[in-house]
């Protein structure tokens, strides 16, 4: 069974950090892409950025860039999300998900559940 557990999540002031971890298991962490997503009430899904087995790093959204780095440790099976310089506009519940068949970011099949993240101005 896939899946996918997010941790790391919390509450810190603006201006301060967090990694968020995707623990993942159940398929062969060597030919995948795993992304994070984040979601703040009252608003749209929003990609935050992808990692591929093959390509690595190939995204990043504009609101993020130069403020989070995705990284992936193969050998743990996990993905991380470092993220700096919050801002108060970054609340919300960020998401990992991921594609096993292939490093293929545009289609990514499986979910975890969840972790909140708030900052506060």
């Known amino acids: 069974e896939v899946q996918l557990v997010e941790s790391g999540g919390g509450l810190v002031q603006a201006g301060g950090s967090l990694r968020l971890s995707c623990a993942a298991s159940g398929f062969t962490f060597d030919h995948y892409a795993i992304g994070w997503f984040r979601q703040a009430p009252g608003k749209e899904r929003e990609g935050v950025s992808c990692?591929?087995?093959?390509?690595?790093?190939?995204y990043y959204a504009d609101s993020v860039k130069g403020r989070f780095t995705i990284s992936s440790d193969n050998a743990k099976n996990t993905v991380y999300l470092q993220m700096n310089s919050l801002k108060p506009e970054d609340t919300a519940v960020y998401y990992c998900?991921?594609?096993?068949?292939?490093?293929?970011?545009?289609?990514?099949?499986?979910w975890g559940q969840g972790t909140q993240v708030t900052v506060s101005s």
């Open positions: 998900a991921a594609n096993i068949r292939g490093p293929y970011c545009e289609t990514l099949d499986y």
């Open positions: 990692i591929t087995s093959s390509d690595g790093i190939i």
